[in-house]
């Protein structure tokens, strides 16, 4: 079984940085694609970056040119690294992962727990 441990998570202020981690653990997985995704309270969940295999990526409209996700693939993991940030990107972060194990043969959607981003003055 895989799992995800997410890190990073807190207050900022606005116009300020943080840098989420993502890291996944199990027995004899293969990562696909990573991701990232955030809910605040009473909205629904969207999507706030992906990283590809081979290291394509995309982002919501609403973070280009101030989030940046990048993975370590020797390490199975996954960062959001967040700059100039806004009240509005206060949210749960979800972290997402796509994988492959041998005991299921066949891939498959594993979540984080969520850490909490708040960006208040």
């Known amino acids: 079984q895989v799992q995800l441990v997410e890190s990073g998570g807190g207050l900022a202020q606005p116009g300020g940085s943080l840098r989420l981690s993502c890291a996944a653990s199990?027995?004899?997985?293969?990562?696909?694609?990573m991701g990232w995704y955030r809910q605040a309270p009473g909205e629904q969940r969207e999507l706030v970056a992906t990283i590809t295999s081979d290291s394509s990526t995309t982002y919501a409209d609403s973070v280009k040119g101030r989030f940046t996700i990048s993975r370590d693939n020797a390490k199975n993991r996954v960062y959001l690294q967040m700059n100039s940030l806004k009240p509005e990107d206060t949210a749960v972060y979800f972290c997402n992962v796509r994988v492959f194990t041998s005991d299921r043969a066949a891939y498959y959607t594993v979540w984080g727990q969520g850490t909490q981003v708040t960006v208040s003055s």
């Open positions: 199990g027995t004899t997985f293969t990562v696909s694609a």
